[in-house]
């Protein structure tokens, strides 16, 4: 996450609102939130609600909906200082501080670090101070609480390999689905409680596409 990173400002939001938000303005909000209760009252829960409700999720909630895919919101813990752009998320995943260098009366700290186009299957934990490289699959159920250089594939215990052709396939479908399905506002990353724009790795998507075949 080295790139030009940019702040996100309030005139790229608003570029990137969703339908509703642009055709009702100021309105939109105080709808959302009656529409969201009447919907709760029937036991209807919002994707909004779901993230809410099943994840203990610290980045903002304009960052889970627009700049990660996490399709199934269920027993995630997000506690990290940066996940970069078009990471994906699964159920019961676990990224946190291991609480080495914590003292009492002291917050949390030493927490990880996610790179661009991060995969993390269901059941992976990822723990401390280490930084997950660019282009990593975290297999089901593995432990990671080590350094993951680039084009890696982790799984067991810190057992950390090189991606194979057919790792290299599906992170392509991923980025492509990134792209072209699910909109997300590209290059979009959490780092440390802000959200800025990496200018440098979505002017990149495409050349990325081409190096995963």
Request: overall charge positive; glycine content about 8%; charged content about 25%.
């Amino acid at each position: 996450m080295n790139g030009d990173l940019e702040k996100l400002t309030e005139e790229y939001k608003r570029r990137h609102q969703l339908p509703n938000e642009r055709k009702f303005g100021v309105f939109y909000k105080p709808l959302r939130s009656i529409q969201r209760f009447g919907r709760r009252s029937t036991g209807q829960f919002s994707v909004e609600d779901s993230l809410q409700i099943a994840c203990s999720c610290e980045p903002p909630l304009y960052f889970l909906l627009r700049g990660c895919l996490i399709p199934h919101p269920y027993g995630i813990t997000l506690s990290a200082d940066e996940i970069g752009a078009d990471c994906l998320i699964s159920q019961n995943v676990t990224i946190g501080t291991s609480g080495e260098t914590m003292d009492v009366g002291q917050g949390t700290k030493d927490k990880p670090r996610l790179g661009h186009l991060v995969r993390c299957y269901p059941g992976s934990m990822i723990s401390g101070n280490v930084s997950i490289g660019n282009r990593v699959i975290v297999a089901a159920h593995s432990f990671v609480d080590k350094n993951v250089p680039d084009d890696s594939v982790v799984y067991g215990v810190n057992v950390i390999k090189p991606l194979k052709d057919h790792h290299k396939r599906y992170l392509r479908m991923l980025l492509w689905h990134c792209m072209n399905i699910y909109k997300l506002v590209p290059g979009l990353v959490y780092v440390r409680g802000e959200l800025f724009v990496d200018r440098k790795y979505a002017e990149g998507r495409e050349e990325m596409m081409e190096k995963l075949r």
